[in-house]
């Protein structure tokens, strides 16, 4: 019932920045969390940030607090994800993901962000 598609993510050098982009679209109006997760090769898929649609409470994994800024425009139901000072163990697959009362849970089909020299 909801769909979600992620964009801008690509190759970046350390230190470097990219923001990404979820675009949210089918039945949004019972959507009430919406954040990013993000999964490595050979690694379980980890929470990188949320924010709730109505307050946009933050919540950030610590391994990004300061360097990842998640944000989101509800006019648009849009989500993005920020990432400064982008390291190496950054390189991922990430994915948008949105939570609603009447939907369940939504998942994008994922986004590479490779951070390499």
């Known amino acids: 019932q909801v769909q979600l598609v992620e964009s801008g993510g690509g190759l970046v050098q350390p230190g470097g920045s990219l923001r990404l982009s979820c675009a949210a679209s089918?039945?949004?109006?019972?959507?009430?969390?919406m954040g990013w997760y993000r999964q490595a090769p050979g690694k379980q898929r980890e929470l990188v940030a949320t924010?709730?649609?109505?307050?946009?409470?933050?919540n950030y994994a610590d391994s990004v607090k300061g360097r990842f800024t998640i944000s989101r425009d509800n006019a648009k139901n849009t989500v993005y994800l920020q990432m400064n000072s982008l390291k190496p163990e950054d390189t991922a697959v990430y994915y948008c993901?949105?939570?609603?009362?009447?939907?369940?849970?939504?998942w994008g089909q994922g986004t590479q962000v490779t951070v390499s020299s």
């Open positions: 089918g039945s949004v109006f019972s959507i009430y969390v």
């Open positions: 924010i709730t649609h109505s307050e946009g409470r933050t």
């Open positions: 993901k949105t939570s609603g009362t009447a939907t369940g849970d939504a």
